[in-house]
């Protein structure tokens, strides 16, 4: 079964520029999770969707990230200014109902 | 709201040797319990996991845990490390189903030394 895609694996930005990221899960998974990981920490969920709706987005910085899953399968996660605090990793993971989390490759973004 | 605590930041640690990494956390009510492993420019991949029953988990390359209730912990271990097994290990918690979102713990350092 083909896994987690994440483009691109990396990305270099000035801060106050723009950045998307693109998530495509495992195919039937209806749980769709964005995680931004800092480096020297652990993932910290950003965002999840059930199918095309937002369950918990309660660490979201609203005013600058978004992110959509229109059609209930794959998923981009938008930074708009960026910041210098931004630079991490961030991780996308899928999961059937009740199941555990499967996690893509991650991207990596790194703001100068 | 949960928290997880994984007490040591790097294990430095001789090929073949036995290893454990320490996880705590706390949380009012029942948890699932997983250790996921990060090799580097990789995600995360599931190592094991705890849902019920029996409390020694044992999960892929060798590796087990055991689920403590009473020290609300549960640490990871290998009788004998390999040098691939060179990674960051994260403990992580979630309430209700185990596909809930993830708490996770700071990361284990974990380097394998020929």
């Known amino acids: 079964e083909a896994g987690v895609a994440q483009s691109p694996r990396y990305k270099i930005i000035e801060k106050r520029q723009s950045v998307a990221f693109w998530c495509n899960p495992i195919?039937?998974?209806?749980?769709l999770y964005w995680y931004q990981q800092i480096l020297g920490q652990g993932p910290k969920l950003l965002i999840q969707?059930?199918?095309?709706?937002?369950?918990?987005d309660s660490q979201l910085p609203k005013d600058r990230f978004s992110a959509e899953r229109l059609k209930g399968v794959d998923s981009t996660l938008k930074i708009q200014p960026a910041k210098l605090e931004d630079s991490a990793v961030y991780l996308c993971?899928?999961?059937?109902?009740?199941?555990?989390?499967?996690f893509g490759d991650g991207t990596r973004l790194s703001i100068l | 709201a949960q928290s997880v605590t994984q007490l040591d930041s790097q294990v430095p640690v001789f090929e073949e040797a036995p290893v454990e990494l320490r996880c705590n956390y706390s949380?009012?009510?029942?948890?699932?319990l997983f250790w996921y492993v990060q090799y580097p420019n990789q995600g995360l991949q599931l190592l094991l996991k705890?849902?019920?029953?029996?409390?020694l988990v044992k999960g892929i390359n060798g590796f087990e845990a055991e689920f403590n209730k009473s020290q609300t912990s549960f640490h990871l271990r290998k009788p004998s490390v390999h040098i691939s097994d060179t990674a960051e290990y994260f403990c992580?918690?979630?309430?209700?189903?185990?596909?809930?979102?993830?708490?996770f713990g700071g990361g284990t350092r974990v380097l394998v030394k020929p």
């Open positions: 993971a899928s999961s059937l109902d009740g199941q555990p989390q499967h």
């Open positions: 195919s039937g998974h209806a749980t």
């Open positions: 969707f059930q199918n095309n709706g937002v369950v918990d």
């Open positions: 949380s009012s009510v029942s948890v699932y």
């Open positions: 705890y849902l019920s029953g029996s409390t």
């Open positions: 992580a918690v979630t309430l209700g189903a185990a596909g809930n979102k993830l708490t």
